[in-house]
């Protein structure tokens, strides 16, 4: 599978992307879709779906089917029926409304709230700010950027990297070496 990437460019504070459009799949429409909800499953519980383009604004889409292919999923969306119009979805961000969203235990983040937190690091170390994560599969990765400009991609794993998130004061502490 390859990696997707969220990025804090293209959220606003009421949408959070939850998806994204990969190439056509077959003739009639269908695409592929990589999902950034857990369990990925849970993105087709979500209703009013939208893309955000530059030159035609907020898109709603409808998904009239889905179902698994391979490592991600492939989708049918209303109104899609080429090949040609569903390359046109390719590499665009799937967004929903925050409110369509379960609401989340203690301890419980979407990623969305994470961008621009301080990272620090066990030492309390200032390591950068956090730009965008990509999902990687096997483990999900963090892009910090540090005060030099400088982008340094970390694992975003529990217990092993990730030590602590304090919402309140918008840090994540991470066990990591400022010498890499």
């Excluded at 997707?4 to 990969?22: M, P």
């Excluded at 999902?135 to 092993?160: Q, R």
């Amino acid at each position: 599978m390859q990696s997707e990437r969220v990025s804090a460019e293209v959220n606003t504070e009421e949408l959070i992307v939850v998806a994204k459009f990969g190439a056509p799949h077959g003739v009639r429409g269908w695409l592929r879709i990589y999902s950034y909800t857990e369990p990925v499953e849970n993105l087709f519980a979500l209703a009013d779906w939208r893309i955000l383009d530059k030159s035609l604004g907020s898109i709603e889409l409808k998904v009239e089917e889905y179902k698994p292919h391979q490592k991600c999923y492939v989708v049918k969306l209303a109104g899609v029926e080429t090949r040609e119009h569903a390359g046109k979805f390719t590499n665009k961000l799937v967004q929903v409304d925050r409110s369509a969203l379960p609401p989340l235990e203690a301890g419980e983040f979407y990623w969305n709230d994470l961008l621009g937190f301080k990272v620090i690091n066990q030492l309390s170390e200032d390591i950068g700010t956090i730009s965008y994560f990509i999902n990687a599969g096997a483990n999900d990765i963090v892009a910090v950027k540090n005060k030099a400009g400088k982008e340094i991609l970390l694992p975003f794993v529990f217990d092993d990297y990730v030590l602590e998130i304090n919402e309140a004061e918008q840090f994540v502490k991470m066990q990591w070496d400022n010498e890499y």
